[in-house]
């Protein structure tokens, strides 16, 4: 199966040497499957023209600095995609700012919350259980970056991860076909140590700390990436 990769973001500036572009870590993930996904990579924070939809086979949304009220060009236009891709049933996934722009174009309430920055490892309970993730345990560690959240999701939308910092962690919609997660399981272990430390300063250093040391914590990403592999090829 292909996935086209809308990037909608990069790793910022200081680490991109270090851990390379951002679709990159998607492809790592989507290898460590191993269910033969190949992919390709449209930039369209950059401008670059979205694919035609009967031509895509799955879509994933990627992180970004970006927020939904943001008034970038690039956004309205990633909108009308997902709504379409939603009427056609084409699968599709979104991560972290993927997550809530896909809550955004479908009806829901996205806002920069007054918790203030989730980073580092989070622990999410699993509150619903779509078939490909029948086997999910009734937690799921996975590492986060963010201060936007979804406050109200779509109607279209069930809630199936969920913690006190983030309610609407994870999504799953009622046409089967559309998946997303706040956190990041993309993410390996050691740009998450550094994108929490490029937060200091933004972020109270206790959170950076803490985060820091939440890496501790096992990670069930990989599990994750299974789920969402198993998402794809089961559409």
């Not at 200081?14 to 790592?28: D, H, N, W």
């Not at 560690?141 to 109607?155: E, F, G, L, N, R």
């Not at 991860?161 to 559309?178: K, M, Q, W």
Request: charged share 20%; aromatic share 10%.
């Amino acid at each position: 199966m292909k996935l086209t990769i809308l990037q909608t973001g990069d790793v910022p500036a200081p680490l991109r040497g270090q851990f390379g572009p951002y679709a990159k870590m998607f492809e790592r993930m989507f290898d460590g499957t191993g269910q033969g996904f190949t992919n390709e990579v449209v930039v369209v924070s950059d401008g670059a023209p979205f694919p035609e939809l009967g031509q895509v086979e799955g879509i994933v949304i990627t992180g970004s600095a970006a927020g939904v009220y943001d008034d970038f060009a690039w956004l309205d236009p990633l909108r009308d995609f997902i709504r379409r891709a939603y009427a056609a049933r084409t699968p599709m996934l979104g991560v972290c700012f993927g997550h809530q722009i896909m809550a955004d174009a479908l009806g829901g309430d996205v806002r920069k919350s007054e918790k203030g920055w989730g980073l580092g490892r989070h622990t999410y309970g699993v509150t619903g259980r779509p078939g490909f993730m029948r086997a999910a345990p009734t937690a799921l560690s996975v590492a986060c970056s963010h201060q936007d959240q979804v406050i109200t999701p779509p109607k279209e939308a069930e809630v199936i991860l969920a913690s006190d910092f983030t309610p609407n962690a994870g999504l799953a919609y009622r046409n089967g076909a559309a998946l997303s997660f706040q956190p990041h399981p993309e993410f390996l272990d050691d740009y998450t140590i550094a994108l929490a430390e490029l937060r200091r300063g933004k972020a109270p250093d206790a959170v950076v700390d803490k985060a820091v040391a939440s890496v501790a914590t096992p990670s069930d990403s990989r599990d994750v990436a299974g789920y969402i592999g198993q998402f794809f090829v089961g559409r």
